[in-house]
């Protein structure tokens, strides 16, 4: 079992920056991916970004070029840069679990952190 906690959201302006944190407890072994989704006001929970353990990232097209995932050994990032509006909702950090010797995954989520940006 997996067990994430996130941090660092809050209310900031446009243009603003913030550094989202997820912190990961539990047995991470069979983990094969990691990333940042978040969900606006009625809206679908959309990818933001992913990193595998390698280090291989991906993002969402509204987000390139202004933010940035990594991992620094059990604890996950998102800098966001460059903040608008349309960045507003509630950030949910993701692993991705799958050992091979299982016929199953699994997904652990963070409880979400509320990001707002005014304008």
């Known amino acids: 079992q997996v067990q994430l906690v996130e941090s660092g959201g809050g209310l900031v302006q446009t243009g603003a920056s913030l550094k989202l944190s997820c912190a990961a407890s539990?047995?991470?072994?069979?983990?094969?991916?990691m990333g940042w989704y978040r969900q606006g006001p009625g809206k679908e929970r959309d990818l933001v970004a992913t990193?595998?353990?390698?280090?291989t990232t991906n993002y969402a097209d509204s987000v390139k070029g202004r933010f940035t995932i990594s991992r620094e050994k059990r604890t996950l990032y998102l800098q966001m840069d460059s903040l608008n509006p349309e960045d507003t909702a509630v950030y949910y950090c993701?692993?991705?679990?799958?050992?091979?010797?299982?016929?199953?995954?699994?997904?652990?989520w963070g409880q979400g952190t509320q990001v707002t940006v005014s304008s």
């Open positions: 539990g047995d991470t072994t069979c983990i094969t991916a």
């Open positions: 990193i595998t353990p390698g280090g």
């Open positions: 993701n692993f991705h679990e799958k050992c091979y010797y299982e016929s199953h995954s699994d997904d652990y």
